[in-house]
């Protein structure tokens, strides 16, 4: 690897991680030795590139930090491509469609020397059958997250028993095929989680939730902690 390429991936390390990196978690990634990083550690420095740290500590990009856009290596082309085929196995439209416009704008801002490795790339996703789930927009579901409002809808339980509830949504997850509408619902108080095929109308309220999204968020995780030890096996 260049040196060039080599400072340009240790900005990238630093800016996608919120906590201290160390040396060797930079030299293991790269592939070079300590010594190596160090020397190009002290060279952003010197180059006014706001990294914090020390040795034995880690190192930390200033979030302020901005540089300027730079084409994408052909690892991070296959990434996405990768990524836009896991999208299009979720049988959600409006996100495998969103998918595929990022693939359509990155291919025209291609140079032609890059334009192979989307044309023809090196990795792929083994066929398999894409979810059945295909009839469930989830527009309004993920503008509702975002805008921290409620939602009311008629969901059919596994038994046939359809239920009137107003959730308030926390996000929508994909696990085995299904599409799963995690949320606080108000009238069992507790989060739940509603297979989106069960989910009969779907109306999203006015009415907010009263909470920041993250704070709900996080509350949700915690939920889901505590719901998991209890799952798990004593010894």
């Known amino acids: 690897m260049r040196k060039a390429d080599r400072l340009f991936q240790i900005i990238q390390i630093l800016r996608r991680s919120h906590r201290p990196v160390t040396s060797a978690q930079l030299a293991d990634e790269l592939e070079v030795s300590q010594r190596t990083i160090y020397r190009d550690l002290a060279h952003l420095i010197s180059q006014r590139v706001p990294i914090e740290g020390e040795a034995g500590f880690g190192y930390l990009l200033d979030s302020r930090f901005d540089m300027p856009p730079l084409m994408l290596t052909p690892e991070e082309i296959e990434a996405v491509l990768l990524g836009v085929q896991m999208v299009g196995k979720l049988g959600d439209p409006a996100i495998t469609n969103a998918a595929r416009d990022v693939i359509a704008k990155i291919g025209s801002i291609l140079p032609n020397h890059l334009v192979p490795f989307m044309a023809d790339p090196a990795v792929g996703l083994k066929p398999i059958e894409t979810a059945h789930d295909l009839t469930f927009d989830?527009?309004?579901?993920?503008?509702?997250?975002?805008?921290?409002?409620?939602?009311?809808?008629?969901?059919?339980?596994?038994?046939?028993?359809?239920?009137?509830?107003?959730?308030?949504?926390?996000?929508?997850?994909?696990?085995?095929?299904?599409?799963?509408?995690?949320?606080?619902?108000?009238?069992?108080?507790?989060?739940?989680?509603?297979?989106?095929?069960?989910?009969?109308?779907?109306?999203?309220?006015?009415?907010?939730?009263?909470?920041?999204?993250?704070k709900l968020r996080q509350q949700w995780l915690r939920w889901r902690e505590n719901e998991l030890s209890r799952s798990r096996p004593t010894l």
Do not use: M
């Open 138 to 214: 989830s527009r309004p579901t993920r503008q509702a997250i975002r805008e921290g409002r409620k939602i009311q809808l008629d969901y059919c339980a596994a038994n046939g028993e359809v239920t009137h509830r107003i959730i308030w949504p926390v996000l929508l997850g994909y696990e085995d095929g299904h599409c799963l509408l995690i949320a606080w619902c108000e009238t069992r108080q507790a989060f739940r989680h509603f297979r989106t095929e069960r989910i009969l109308n779907l109306q999203v309220l006015e009415q907010t939730v009263g909470i920041a999204r993250l």
